[in-house]
């Protein structure tokens, strides 16, 4: 019999501070990493990098079947497909836009399941997404929620952006995300919700360390030490 594989999904929608809390949790724990949203970002890129068009669903999907993906263990890691590297271009926002809109597929949804699956291996996995405590690891031994206000989420990514020396308008980033949030809260499969035994936090008005302690006790709490 095979021994069990602890599991953590961290969800939420973007600009919660979840990609974060997700690095830092694996870190402490010293577990695995799935990012999830990357993976539909990756396929975003190189769908348009291979003129396949969104609404051509069985290309989108043979691409997504037979890309090779790697992820860097370092924040904000190197992101290749296919032997070539993307980090920068995995995380444009229009990237991700286009990402929120490949992720409504049913089918590739599908037939990128598996292949998040095969990320849970000892000592224990740390998951990142919308649906991994929903969908994808909906037995995961503790299911985290991250929230905050579509306002504060625009700050954020506005400072990030900034930072980065990326010029952007902090009005059409708070439109993008109200219309990503509805278009991903109303879309048929594997629409973006807390699982119902998800233990929700509301980071509006937190720091990250304040929000990493908030999980740590409930990992300490769930995640028995022997695991």
């Known amino acids: 019999m095979s021994k069990h594989v602890p599991v953590i999904t961290i969800d939420g929608p973007s600009g919660t501070g979840k990609g974060t809390i997700t690095q830092l949790l694996a870190q402490h ?3 695995h990493l799935l990012d999830s949203g990357a993976l539909y970002r990756v396929v975003a890129v190189g769908i348009e990098k291979n003129n396949i068009l969104i609404n051509e669903i069985n290309k989108v999907c043979e691409f997504a079947g037979a890309m090779e993906v790697a992820f860097g263990t370092e924040f904000e890691g190197s992101i290749t497909l296919n032997g070539n590297e993307i980090s920068h271009l995995a995380r444009l926002e229009e990237t991700a836009e286009k990402a929120s809109k490949v992720a409504a597929i049913g089918e590739l949804r599908a037939v990128l399941l598996q292949r998040q699956r095969d990320f849970c291996r000892p000592p ?7 649906d991994m405590g929903t969908v ?3 037995s995961a031994d503790l299911k985290i929620y991250l929230t905050a206000s579509a306002e504060e989420r625009a700050q954020r990514r506005y400072k990030q952006l900034i930072n980065k020396g990326v010029g952007v308008n902090l009005r059409d980033l ?4 109200a219309s990503r949030d509805e278009r ?3 879309r048929q499969v594997s629409p973006l919700r807390p ?3 998800a233990v929700v936090i509301d980071t509006t008005s937190l720091t990250i360390d304040q929000v990493l302690e908030k999980v740590l006790i409930k990992v ?3 995640v ?3 695991q």
Do not use: C, H, Y
């Open 29 to 31: 724990l010293g577990w």
């Open 224 to 226: 028995t030490p022997d």
């Open 124 to 130: 224990g996995l740390v998951a990142d997404g919308r």
């Open 136 to 138: 994808v690891f909906p």
């Open 220 to 222: 300490e709490d769930t």
């Open 184 to 186: 991903d809260a109303n």
């Open 195 to 197: 699982a119902d035994d």
């Open 174 to 177: 708070l439109q993008d995300i």
